[in-house]
């Protein structure tokens, strides 16, 4: 009989929970933010993973870097060092590392420190070392936050079964986009910026989606006009996508919520009343034993 974990269990079971002892207890501690220790341990980390993006952030700046290069360039080998002995824990703790090595956490883990040590061969990698901001994803395990990953879980399924409407009023859009563009790239020319169909049709996205660089300008009457209904356009065409996924997801909320009553009312509803299988005949009442017109034993 295995011996069951006094709290609810974070870190998945493929990893393999060790048996008692300091792997266990490193185990507990590592993977587990129920216990106390588990807690400080992930808040700890997780300040340690915002101080080595503020170093690395620091460093990028000109200024910094040449009046106190030094200082972040020992403070980033601290941080590194530090993680590549957590990364080394997390595989001694776990009863099947290869598990972990290939899992999500581990493949970041491992990129949070390759960068560091790769710069001593190529220079100027170090500042991938960025990638350690998606580790932060473990705050959720520190506090709670089940309500938002409930909705975030939604929200991908809404996407998910709205992917078709998405596709095609993208594909709506795209088709928009290249009559527009090249209608365009006829009015304006290359005289005014419109150098080619894609040229245009770059502009027409922009132009679509209301960001408007400014970099290419209509100079017609006729190109204005256009623009102008391409705006309107942009604004009605942001609503669709905002409007299929809020759909799907109040559908799936509602299934959520009458799912269980539908299930229940199909659990208790009433019996048949019982056929006779020698003649056929129907209409029974429910306690019946014997037919009412052969006299033949009914099957309840």
């Given at each position: 009989?295995?011996?069951?974990?006094?709290y609810?269990?974070?870190?998945?079971?493929?990893?393999?929970?060790p048996?008692?002892?300091?792997?266990?207890?490193?185990?507990?501690?590592?993977?587990?933010?129920?216990?106390?220790?588990g807690?400080?341990?992930?808040?700890?980390?997780?300040?340690?993973i915002?101080?080595?993006?503020?170093?690395?952030?620091?460093?990028?700046?000109?200024?910094?870097?040449?009046?106190?290069g030094?200082v972040?360039?020992?403070?980033?080998?601290?941080?590194?060092?530090?993680?590549?002995?957590?990364?080394?824990?997390?595989?001694?703790c776990?009863?099947?590392?290869?598990?972990?090595?290939?899992?999500?956490?581990?493949?970041?883990?491992?990129?949070?420190?390759?960068?560091?040590?790769?710069?001593?061969?190529?220079?100027?990698?170090?500042?991938?070392?960025?990638?350690?901001?998606?580790?932060?994803?473990?705050?959720?395990?520190?506090?709670?936050?089940?309500?938002?990953?409930?909705?975030?879980?939604?929200?991908?399924?809404?996407l998910?079964?709205?992917?078709?409407?998405?596709?095609?009023?993208?594909?709506?859009?795209?088709?928009?986009?290249?009559?527009?563009?090249t209608?365009?790239?006829?009015?304006?020319?290359?005289?005014?910026?419109?150098?080619?169909?894609?040229?245009?049709?770059?502009?027409?996205?922009?132009?679509?989606t209301?960001?408007?660089?400014?970099?290419?300008?209509?100079?017609?009457?006729?190109?204005?006009a256009?623009?102008?209904?391409?705006?309107?356009?942009?604004?009605?065409?942001?609503?669709?996508?905002?409007?299929?996924?809020?759909?799907?997801?109040?559908?799936?909320?509602?299934?959520?919520?009458?799912?269980?009553?539908?299930a229940?009312a199909?659990?208790?509803?009433?019996?048949?009343?019982?056929?006779?299988?020698?003649?056929?005949?129907?209409?029974?009442?429910l306690?019946?034993?014997?037919?009412?017109?052969?006299?033949?034993?009914?099957?309840?």
């Amino acid at each position: 009989m295995s011996e069951q974990p006094d709290y609810v269990p974070q870190a998945p079971s493929t990893y393999g929970r060790p048996p008692p002892g300091l792997r266990r207890h490193m185990y507990d501690v590592i993977f587990e933010a129920d216990t106390p220790a588990g807690r400080r341990f992930d808040i700890a980390l997780v300040g340690a993973i915002m101080l080595s993006i503020l170093v690395v952030v620091l460093d990028s700046v000109p200024q910094l870097h040449f009046g106190y290069g030094w200082v972040l360039n020992r403070l980033e080998w601290g941080f590194t060092l530090l993680f590549t002995a957590e990364y080394i824990a997390r595989l001694v703790c776990v009863r099947r590392p290869w598990r972990y090595a290939l899992s999500f956490y581990g493949v970041i883990d491992l990129l949070s420190v390759v960068p560091t040590y790769f710069s001593l061969l190529v220079p100027g990698t170090e500042l991938l070392i960025d990638i350690r901001i998606l580790r932060l994803l473990r705050v959720f395990r520190i506090f709670k936050l089940t309500l938002y990953l409930e909705e975030y879980t939604r929200l991908g399924e809404a996407l998910a079964g709205s992917r078709r409407k998405i596709a095609i009023f993208l594909s709506v859009v795209l088709m928009a986009i290249l009559i527009l563009g090249t209608l365009m790239y006829v009015v304006e020319g290359p005289k005014n910026g419109f150098t080619s169909i894609p040229v245009a049709m770059y502009w027409a996205t922009v132009t679509m989606t209301t960001v408007g660089y400014g970099d290419i300008t209509p100079h017609t009457h006729l190109g204005k006009a256009i623009a102008s209904f391409m705006m309107l356009l942009g604004w009605g065409i942001l609503a669709v996508p905002t409007g299929i996924v809020t759909a799907e997801m109040s559908a799936r909320r509602g299934d959520r919520r009458h799912g269980p009553a539908r299930a229940l009312a199909k659990a208790v509803a009433p019996p048949q009343r019982p056929i006779c299988q020698a003649c056929g005949s129907g209409g029974h009442e429910l306690g019946a034993r014997f037919c009412k017109d052969c006299g033949a034993p009914l099957r309840t």
